[in-house]
């Protein structure tokens, strides 16, 4: 059967990997795989890793885009009558409204994220951080993202920013895969330059940025400390667990874009190279080009035991505009905006992948315009994305984050890896994906879909449901055995649900001004989870909708 959506189609091979790499090169690439690095051990966690890569990553990325070319030849453009459809019309769609939802919450709140670097890049521009010292830089970082407490015309202007982030993104989007297409001819080769640049100075500082502070400071040490291969790390599940999740975000999976993309190629499109030339863009940018800029650079000039001690997301808009400094009145500027410009486009050619899934549900189940579906997720998008911004000091951003932007994509990839194997059965599905290949797929990974790559992404929900106290599972066992109970990470999905950590927080605060701080945070986590629960719910409820109106279509056509 062809694909019964004529109107949008990717004009090029190159520019459908490229968006497709686009999408799942994104921030985790250049912040969250060195700090996920760094939290485990350096060279440690790159074994489990790649080890994750090849039997998780490798056959999930397979799935999702054999689950989109299928869905497309039918019509179907968002994940969840995907699944209607390989699941013969049964109650499965209900677990794809993941794959529409996430997208909605996460582009709210991303393209705030996204924004900080766009702004950056303006006051590199305009000299901002010219000769301030590393509290004065993390200050401005406070001002800028916080409301309600900061200074007034610096989160201003983060507001205005961020406004116009999202109005890119959307006009973008308006356009159809033609404009996204550009966006990732232009974007990418740009994201890989300055990477590159970069790359070469955290090669080449060496011990040229100690000072007299941090005599020994060198940036071999952090390179050492990253690719030095460690195998005390095999028998840990927390680098095991670390490990899986940074696949999930780092190739995009349980997302439900990359199905949403595919869904719009040909019927006898090559998916097997497709996917695997895109994922192995992905890897070669996060692996290579991702370890050789924070983490040298930061070791460069602070040394490796700083980074050990501070190593967050904060560091790359609380440190590294002084560390730039650094670099000289000429170089300083230009290695911000590489920097901050390289995160931008890695930041929109993610997020104008999220808005697919939404705009592919409304004009394919509802009939909506190209420019109706796009400027509806942007309402929506700034309705759910304004909280997230004007209350970012109290959490609401990580609380989205957490449930969303975390747990969501676990559970959608968990549901899909079932259905494909399971459901739909993997005889079937391993017959979509090699149709039409050009490359010939080992067939171990017909027995790693049907058996190992559903259990262990089982296995990594059940470990973040249930992680115990300081990931020891060992202890955690023993104690439950011993009618002692299970004890819980303060990061373990019961602990978040039951607000374990906020009420231990509470319990040890002295001063009464942070114990009330608390109590307001506990208070926006709670409307946020509430803001969540609706928003999913409303998908729901349009997805049957959605049902009811395909079921109508169906039975006029017999």
Known sequence: ????????????????????????????????????????????????????????????????????????????????????????????????????????????????????????????????????????????????????????????????????????????????????????????????????????????????????????????????FLWTVKFDSLLNPKVWLAAAGQIFFTLGLGWGFIQSYASYIKAKEDIALNAMAS????????????????????????????????????????????????????????????????????????????GTPWMGFFESKFDWSRSKSAWSLGLVALLLGLPAVVFYEYGVLDEFDYWVGTVSLV???MFEAIIFSWIYGVNKGWKEITEGADMKVPKIFKFLLRYVTPTLIIIVFLGALVTPENNDWGAAFSSLFSGQGWNFSSGSIVSKIMYADLHRQIASATDMAKVEFLKEKMIFSKISRAILTIAFAVMVYLVYVAGQRLKKKNELKD
């Open 1 to 224: 059967m062809s694909n019964t959506n004529t109107s949008q189609g990717w004009g090029s091979r190159l520019g459908l990997i490229l968006a497709m790499a686009g999408s799942a090169v994104g921030l985790a690439n250049f912040l969250r795989f060195p700090i996920q690095a760094v939290d485990n051990g350096g060279g440690a966690f790159l074994i489990p890793y790649l080890v994750c890569f090849v039997i998780m990553g490798v056959p999930l990325l397979w799935v999702e885009w054999g689950v989109g070319r299928l869905g497309g030849k039918s019509g179907h453009h968002s994940t969840p009558f995907m699944f209607d459809k390989m699941t013969e019309g049964r109650f499965w769609k209900f677990t794809g409204v993941f794959g529409i939802f996430t997208n909605v919450v996460v582009i709210a709140y991303y393209t705030y994220i996204e924004s900080w670097s766009l702004g950056y890049i303006i006051q590199t521009v305009m000299g901002s951080f010219n000769g301030a010292d590393q509290g004065q830089v993390a200050q401005f970082f406070a001002d800028y993202t916080n409301f309600l407490s900061g200074a007034s015309g610096t989160s201003a202007f983060s507001l205005i920013i961020f406004l116009f982030t999202l109005f890119l993104n959307i006009y973008i989007l308006s356009k159809g895969l033609s404009g996204i297409e550009k966006v990732a001819k232009i974007g990418m080769p740009l994201l890989l330059l300055f990477g590159a640049i970069l790359a070469v100075k955290g090669l080449t500082l060496g011990t040229s940025g100690a000072s007299a502070a941090v005599p020994d400071a060198s940036a071999w040490d952090g390179l050492n």
């Open 279 to 354: 994922g192995f863009t992905n890897e070669f940018v996060e692996i290579v080009i991702g370890s050789l800029i924070l983490i040298p650079i930061a070791s460069g000039f602070l040394g490796l035991d700083w980074v050990k001690e501070n190593a967050s997301f904060g560091m790359t808009f609380q440190t590294m505009p002084y560390l730039f400094d650094q670099l000289g009145t000429i170089i300083g500027p230009i290695a911000g905006v590489l920097w901050f410009g390289l995160l931008f486009f890695a930041g929109i050619t993610s997020s104008l992948a999220m």
């Open 411 to 413: 559970v959608l990839a």
